[in-house]
């Protein structure tokens, strides 16, 4: 078995780096923006990183989305700007299920402008009553002669106010299905949702008897969960990486402050608690990556058969980023608490990877209940 990236991963973790390198001088204003960067989004279409977030046949770069290769951007991203790393993700969150029940000629509108980042779309899950509990949701869509009626409450919706269309995911009969609709259909409304800790492009969205053509419907109708398990299968694997990113900066933070910063006539990266807690936040991270970087190497072969994967590796990466960077913030003492300074801003930022894309105590739920089924 072999632990290094291939030659082709490790050209797409150096060009990530470098596109991070290069907006790194945009992250401080962007990542405190609840609304799009221009220069920021601009400069992400020209790297062309988007391309990896759909097929080839439709302007990717590989002939089909490759996890790994997803996780090692967002790992690159994440560190120097969330809002990078945000809009970066919800290419690919909100197309991959076009990618897979989209007709021929839904994939040819959307997806090129997905790889060229031309739109940004939005994936609308979430409801002001129903969260994790997805089945729970009353959005729906109602046969009317060649159309569907689309009503419902969407919240807390990345992208909502910058995109170009919803995936939406709707109540269809006594099934579930999602519907592409774009985003200037006429009784759609879109309002700011109220500041989280870590600023992030969101919205709530209202569909107010939205006409959508038959067509919008993406499969036969009632795949609608299945294309959810799928999307996580794929991009929750890749929360995963970011958080990786994340915690592996913070750590840099700390082992920089720590090696300048004398105290009782010494480093504190040479006192024995400090250096405790440095050892285990390396030990922790090299212990995320590995499961992170496998999940991702079984998504790319079956998403939903491996989604138990995606899920361990998102919940082990999420909390150990928030242990991490909490002994980092520690170790530096005062210095972590400077608001507006990176350390400062990676602990915010780390602490909603822990309740979005699969809250923590879910996760646990439903990786017991395959380890059940797997070993009861």
Same mark, same amino acid.
């Given at each position: ?142 046969? &009317? @002669?060649? !159309? $569907?009626? %689309?009503?419902?409450?969407?919240? *807390? ?5 910058? #995109? ?58 009632? &795949? @609608?969960? !299945? $294309?959810? %398990?799928?999307?996580?299968?794929? *991009? ?5 990486? #970011? ?58 072969? &079956? ?17 150990? #980023? ?55």
């Amino acid at each position: 078995m072999r632990f290094e990236l291939e030659e082709n991963h490790l050209a797409v973790q150096q060009h990530a780096r470098e596109f991070a390198e290069s907006i790194a001088h945009l992250a401080p204003e962007a990542d405190e923006m609840s609304d799009v960067h221009p220069e920021l989004l601009e400069k992400l279409r020209d790297s062309g990183l988007c391309r990896l977030m759909v097929a080839g046949a439709y302007g990717g770069i590989d002939e089909k989305l490759d996890p790994l290769s997803i996780c090692l951007v967002r790992e690159a991203l994440m560190p120097c700007s969330c809002q990078a790393d945000s809009l970066f993700a919800m290419q690919g969150i909100g197309s991959y299920a076009i990618g897979l029940g989209g007709s021929e000629e839904q994939r040819e509108f959307w997806l090129p402008k997905i790889a060229s980042a031309e739109c940004l779309p939005a994936f609308a899950l979430t409801e002001p009553d129903s969260g994790s509990d997805l089945k729970s949701i009353s959005s729906e869509i109602i046969p &009317d @002669g060649d !159309n $569907f009626i %689309l009503s419902g409450e969407k919240s *807390f919706i990345s992208n909502a106010g910058a #995109a170009s269309y919803f995936i939406v995911f709707v109540r269809d009969g006594s099934g579930y299905s999602m519907v592409v609709v774009p985003a200037d259909a006429e009784g759609i409304r879109v309002t700011p949702t109220p500041e989280i800790i870590a600023p992030h492009i969101m919205g709530e969205v209202s569909f107010d008897g939205v006409r959508v053509a038959r067509e919008a419907r993406l499969g036969d109708g009632g &795949d @609608g969960l !299945n $294309f959810v %398990l799928a999307t996580l299968g794929v *991009f929750r694997v890749s929360v995963a990486g #970011a958080a990786v990113g994340l915690a592996q900066a913070a750590l840099e933070e700390a082992v920089r402050h720590t090696s300048t910063r004398i105290q009782f006539g010494k480093p504190l990266n040479r006192l024995g608690p400090v250096a405790e807690r440095l050892a285990d936040c390396w030990t922790e991270i090299e212990m995320a990556r590995l499961i992170t970087y496998r999940a991702a190497y079984l998504a790319s072969n &079956d998403p939903i058969a491996s989604v138990h994967y995606s899920s361990m590796a998102k919940l082990g990466a999420s909390e150990m #980023a928030g242990r991490v960077v909490d002994r980092c913030v520690q170790v530096m003492g005062r210095f972590g608490l400077v608001r507006g300074s990176k350390i400062e801003r990676l602990y915010r930022q780390a602490r909603p990877m822990r309740i979005y894309e699969g809250a923590s105590e879910v996760l646990r739920h439903s990786i017991a209940r395959k380890l059940s089924e797997e070993f009861g």
